[in-house]
């Protein structure tokens, strides 16, 4: 692919889409879902095309508006954002699938107005914080995906999601707040926003403004390990991803992924092992405060009562595993959570689609983890149960247990490895224990079949989505070789930050297809009185 | 040096009051906070790139180019956005705020009153 533009084509083209929808849905309401199908499964395609162009191990950076690095936006593609690109697209492609299927009720995008712009500008969100390369575009694009969730988990009302809402709004803009301090205290001392000329300037800081980019970099960390679900900052996250509708619930499964990605880059590229006197900042924070998350999320996890309630502790877990995989900090150890990260995404996404199937089948018991009547579908449904809850806790074949396993072999090089040994397996059985609990209470003691309804049956494009999710697990596991190799690879252009700096800042501006200058008259600056 | 100083211990002022309210139990008392908050981030964003009075952020030719005879303009680009975004923000939230008192029955932040008033709540 020669075309340079093809990087920003992820952001805008969510943007079109997004805006054409607003007018669409008044309009021709009928138009509004294949066009946000199409241009979500466009994206996928896209997202594909790049991490083609990233696997050759180049940093592509992309100056917006022309402006050369330090002075204008950049956007950079590397091995780790086209990898989140690729696992955003397949998300959101099985999430707005499920969404426009079914009838009636269960059709969720029919609930409220706006699902589908509220969708694309949150996928536009999503793919803008992967890309950019600049710290305040990156607190934009954070806005941007966050204030789309705002709607997003609004959607279908009743007082649940209200009051849901506001703990998340309120936290979320107290979290952008800490982000702006963050933010502008590191610009106050460095002149820069650009992240790669900000890790050039925090490693060659003079000692008396190094606490204070010292400072700013853990608030930073706190804005992170809010979106991300951090021990003392996820207590929003069961009740939130709990209340959203289904699809919604799903895509928010790589709205967590941000805030890993966002430490993953910042505290490798400006506040990791090069940055000076910003160096290892997050080192002695992480590991300890994920041990602290993944135990909790186990026993949050077994003291669930109902499926979502389950899975919002599942997807806590996860991140507190990718947080420790990334706070210890070799090459590794990033590498094996780069993997668990494709497979902990796909599969809590899976479950949450899952689980609305699930509480369809069982009418008024919902997905309650009491016995109850359960429809035609239990035999099926319950067999998807079972493969999803062997990826999630990390059990053979599937690939979860692999991430598990590069995570325990890579951590015991490292300062922590009895406390990640006991922790992890720990937890991973004591979710086994709860899966295993939630399945038995669910799918095997249903006294009576309930009188089926039409919401009740999956339709058949639902399980299209579904099942695209369940093939994409599976694939995982199957081209876990080439996988394990492109992440590995993508820790290790990470934990290199020459290359990225170096196209960041290298990158030349296109030059003009016409003196445009001379043909609007006169030089800047000179034709005033 | 003395307006600097005035204005750090307002932010801090402000900031402090903002955090204090923000933690407290009531929709209303949060949204204070959060709006006290914004004000406080979006005068320091602008105190980044510090205080100089009547310093054009714009090149002009009858100014010898250097530095000192120019403000940041970045900051005042910045501090614009945040504006915006927080003002949006607060609109939302009231307008969350305000549905959710009116099917809750309650301005509690969890929708109810702690300790067996359940759903009922206060009515305002």
């Not at chain 1, 959101?92 to 009720?105: I, K, Q, S």
Request: proline share 6%; aromatic share 8%.
């Amino acid at each position: 692919m020669t075309w340079p533009h093809w990087i920003i084509v992820p952001v805008v083209l969510p943007l079109l889409c997004g805006a054409a929808l607003l007018l669409l849905e008044r309009l021709r309401p009928a138009l509004a879902a294949p066009l946000s199908v199409a241009a979500t499964a466009a994206h996928l395609l896209v997202a594909i095309g790049l991490a083609a162009q990233a696997a050759d191990g180049t940093v592509r950076a992309y100056l917006l508006g022309n402006w050369s690095a330090p002075f204008g936006i950049a956007l950079a593609l590397d091995r780790l954002s086209a990898l989140l690109l690729v696992l955003t697209g397949v998300v959101a492609l099985a999430a707005v699938t499920y969404a426009v299927a079914g009838e009636g009720r269960s059709r969720v995008d029919r609930l409220g107005p706006h699902f589908h712009a509220l969708f694309q500008f949150q996928l536009m969100g999503l793919s803008g914080a992967f890309l950019t390369a600049d710290l305040f575009n990156l607190f934009v694009f954070f806005e941007v995906l966050l204030i789309a969730s705002y709607g997003l988990l609004l959607h279908g009302a009743g007082a649940a999601r209200l009051r849901a809402a506001i703990h998340y709004v309120s936290f979320n803009l107290t979290g952008s707040a800490l982000f702006l301090i963050a933010v502008s205290a590191l610009y106050g001392i460095t002149g820069t926003l650009n992240m790669a000329d900000l890790a050039q300037r925090v490693a060659q800081l003079p000692p008396d403004s190094a606490l204070l980019a010292r400072s700013a970099g853990l608030l930073l960390l706190v804005v992170f390990c809010v979106k991300a679900a951090l021990l003392p900052l996820y207590f929003w996250l069961p009740a939130t991803y709990g209340a959203a509708t289904a699809p919604v619930a799903a895509l928010f499964a790589i709205m967590t992924k941000v805030g890993v990605y966002a430490v993953a880059r910042m505290y490798t590229l400006v506040f990791g092992a090069d940055g000076g006197p910003g160096a290892h900042l997050a080192q002695p924070w992480l590991p300890v405060l994920a041990l602290g998350t993944i135990a909790l999320a186990a026993i949050g996890a077994m003291a669930a009562r109902d499926l979502r309630g389950l899975i919002g502790y599942l997807v806590i877990g996860s991140a507190g595993t990718l947080l420790l995989a990334l706070g210890l900090g070799s090459r590794e150890t990033v590498a094996a959570a780069l993997f668990y990260l494709v497979n902990s995404t796909l599969v809590v996404a899976a479950l949450y689609l899952l689980a609305d199937r699930i509480g369809a089948q069982r009418g008024a018991h919902g997905d309650a983890l009491a016995p109850g009547p359960f429809g035609p579908e239990r035999s099926l449904l319950g067999a998807a149960y079972l493969l999803a809850a062997i990826a999630v806790c990390g059990l053979p074949p599937l690939a979860g247990f692999l991430g598990k396993a590069l995570l325990l072999a890579a951590a015991r090089d490292t300062g922590y490895a009895a406390w990640v040994w006991v922790v992890v397996l720990g937890s991973g059985l004591a979710i086994i224990i709860s899966l295993a609990r939630a399945g038995s209470r669910i799918f095997w003691k249903p006294y009576q079949p309930p009188a089926p309804t039409a919401a009740m049956a999956t339709s058949s494009v639902q399980a299209v989505a579904l099942g695209g999710l369940f093939v994409a697990l599976l694939a995982n596991t199957a081209l876990a070789g080439p996988l394990a190799r492109f992440t590995g690879a993508a820790a290790q252009q990470l934990l290199e930050r020459r290359p990225y700096i170096d196209a960041v800042l290298g990158a030349r501006p296109v030059p003009p297809a016409m003196p445009i200058r001379e043909v609007l008259g006169g030089k800047p600056g000179k034709d005033r009185p | 040096m003395t307006i600097e100083l005035l204005l750090s211990a307002g932010l801090g002022v402000v900031t402090a009051a903002g955090v204090w309210l923000l933690l407290r139990a009531r929709v209303f008392d949060v949204i204070v906070g959060l709006t006290l908050l914004s004000y406080a981030v979006n005068v320091f964003i602008f105190l980044t790139g510090r205080l100089r009075i009547g310093r054009p952020p714009i090149v002009d030719d009858r100014l010898a180019p250097t530095l000192a005879n120019y403000a940041d303009p970045l900051p005042q680009a910045l501090v614009l956005t945040a504006i915006v975004i927080s003002f949006a923000m607060t609109a939302l939230i009231l307008v969350i705020a305000l549905r959710a008192n009116a099917e809750t029955g309650s301005d509690h932040v969890d929708g109810a009153e702690p300790g067996g008033a359940g759903e009922q709540g206060r009515q305002r």
